[in-house]
Structures are given as C-alpha cells and as structure tokens.
C-alpha cells in the first residue's frame, strides 16, 4: 500500500510539473544596430543609463512604467530595463515594422535578471501579446548567442557570436515572475490583490476591511530592485544606486 502510495504522489508531481511555464532557452531583440557597434558598446544598454542626455536621472526600474512605454511605443527614455521576446516571430515582425530597411534580431542567451513581464504583472500587463522578458540592466555582449540580418522584412541566416561565452552562460535562464518588482502606481488597484497585496502593508486579516484600506508597498521599488539585483547579479546594482 505504501508503494502504491509513493507511485501516485510521484505521478502525480511529474503530470504537476508539465503544467509550470516553460522558461526559454533564448530570447530575441530587434534594433537597427548592426553587430561591430553593438560590440563597441559591450551589449545593450537600459534607456535609462545609454548616457544619451545630459544630466540623466538614475533609471526606472518599475516594471510597469517600462512595460506601459512611451507614446511612441517604444521604451521609455529613463527605463532601467531592456526590452526583449520569447518570439522570434514576433521580433521579426518587429523589425518589419519599425525598421524599414536593414535591422536585426540578436538571439540572447537570458540570465536571472530577464523577467517574464506577462507573469509578473499578470492581468495588468499591458502588452501581452509582446510575450515579453524584460532585462534589469545591460545585455552583455558576451551572452549573445548570435544574430540575423534583416533585409526588407526578408530573415537571413543565423551567425554565431565568436564572443559568445558558452561556459559562463550556457545553463543559464529567465526568472519566470517577480511581482515584487511590479512598480505600480502606489493608488493602483493591484496593491490590494494577490500576488502584489504580500509585499504592502496589508495581510490576509485585512480582507474583510480591504476596501476600506489602500494597500501601501512596503520596500521601495529601487530598493526591492537593489536587493534582487544582489542575488543574481551584483554587477548590475550601479544603476540603481548611482
């Protein structure tokens, strides 16, 4: 009886764990940039910290605000994040649509700081169909895998990254949700509903008075940034502290 009991608890985790979402391999980015001055600039760099404009404020990194973009549909100019897709097909799109001419598609090996924007500002993302996975602080040059020109919304062949570092990258993944670092509004509604309610001052004794209380975040947006930064990747703090 115990080993049948064993055998169903054991099924019943692998059928559980093909429901959990799936973390790509590689993710894409389209941008007029060819490869020797995406080089030149060790990667890809958040709007916010490019060095652009003059007297440039510290960078955003409300997932929200980058997610939400500017009117032009592009990313904000002080967004601490990088945009990318799970979809080559849609970077391709993309670049057709945004880039007449000659663009390309980087393909990316992701690290811990790309995180899945659909899963973590859920019912409130507002550009789903993006699919998007958005990097907290530069792309180094040394984690993309490779590219693909495109010329008049024709995809070339894919070309290897001499420079991609297979041994420091390779194994490597997305973060599938941070809600934590959702960035709303602080009167936004999705304070006061799971998963964002456990990061304010709210807790589950409050539901019954919930509407008459406004959920407020308990850490700062930079600050929940800084600390999740420190535990996958030090090197990216500077641009929440600067």
């Known amino acids: 009886m115990g080993r049948l009991a064993y055998s169903v608890a054991l099924l019943f985790l692998i059928r ?3 429901c959990f979402a799936v973390l790509p391999l590689e993710v894409y980015r389209s941008v007029m940039e060819d490869p020797e001055l995406v080089k030149a600039d060790d990667g890809f760099l958040p709007k916010g910290m490019d060095g652009t404009r003059p007297n440039q404020p ?7 605000n980058h997610a939400m973009g500017s009117e032009t ?21 993309w670049s057709n649509n945004q880039f007449p001419g000659t663009s ?3 393909t990316i090996q992701p690290t811990p700081n790309f995180i899945d924007v659909n899963a973590s500002l859920g019912r409130y993302s507002p550009h789903p ?21 495109v010329h008049f919304n024709v995809m070339g062949e894919f070309i290897r990254n001499r420079d991609f570092n297979r041994n420091l990258y390779q194994g490597m993944h997305t973060t599938e949700s941070v809600p934590e670092l959702a ?15 456990y990061y304010t001052n709210c807790d589950d004794s409050d539901l019954k008075k919930r509407a ?20 996958y990747d030090p090197t990216i703090v500077f641009i929440i502290t600067k």
């Open 16 to 18: 559980s764990s093909a």
């Open 73 to 93: 549909g592009l990313a904000r100019y002080d967004s601490g994040y990088v945009s990318t897709t799970s979809s080559l097909r849609l970077a391709h799109i």
């Open 104 to 106: 390309y598609i980087y």
């Open 58 to 64: 510290i960078p955003s990194v409300s997932l929200y």
């Open 212 to 231: 008459s209380i406004i959920c407020i975040p308990l850490k700062s947006n930079r600050l929940v940034a800084l600390q999740y930064s420190l535990r």
């Open 129 to 149: 169909g993006e699919e998007e996975f958005a990097a907290l602080g530069p792309i180094r040059w040394a984690q993309i895998i490779g590219w693909r020109r």
């Open 183 to 197: 960035g709303f509004p602080r009167s936004h509604p999705a304070w006061g509903q799971p998963p964002w309610r």
